[in-house]
Structures are given as C-alpha cells and as structure tokens.
C-alpha cells in the first residue's frame, strides 16, 4: 500500500483510479486528480492552498473526472490505486 504523501504525489500529477470502501461499506472506483490542469477552471476550488491542506489528515478531496465534481476520500479506505 502506498504512504499518504505518495497518494498525494501520485493525484497531484495527473488522474488515478482509486478504489476505496466507503464510509457505508459501499465499494466505490474513482477516476479523480487534484491535478488542477484536469479539472475545467469553473470548477476550481476558490482557495487552491485547500486541497494540499485537507491531505495532511489523511483526508483527500479530489476532483472526479466522470462525474464531473469534488469528492473526498479517507486514504484508510483506499483499496487500490492505478
């Protein structure tokens, strides 16, 4: 399994497929970024400086490419990466 700062690295350079279990049990594949170049410019956060600080709780918001919005997942729950 991947460290949390490698995730971070890993989303921040371009879309990664995770699969995670959500907080429900439900299991979930992602296709998301925080890789700003990927997601269109009306859909970026107001403050940038957010998305490295919310990782530092192990906590990801991401960008999900197909469904076209901000996501957020515990790296605890991640399954896999790709």
């Known amino acids: 399994m991947q460290t949390v700062e490698d995730l971070k690295q890993s989303l921040a350079a371009g879309i990664v497929t995770v699969t995670f279990k959500k907080v429900n049990g439900d299991i979930r594949v992602m296709d998301c970024t925080t890789n700003?170049?990927?997601?269109p410019p009306s859909k970026w956060p107001k403050d940038k400086i957010?998305?490295?600080?919310e990782s530092k709780?192990?906590?990801?918001?991401?960008?999900d490419v197909n469904a076209q919005?901000?996501?957020s997942f515990h790296s605890d729950s991640v399954i896999e990466l790709v």
């Open 50 to 53: 957010q998305l490295s600080e």
């Open 69 to 71: 919005g901000w996501r």
């Open 36 to 39: 700003l170049q990927h997601v």
């Open 57 to 63: 709780d192990k906590t990801f918001r991401v960008y």
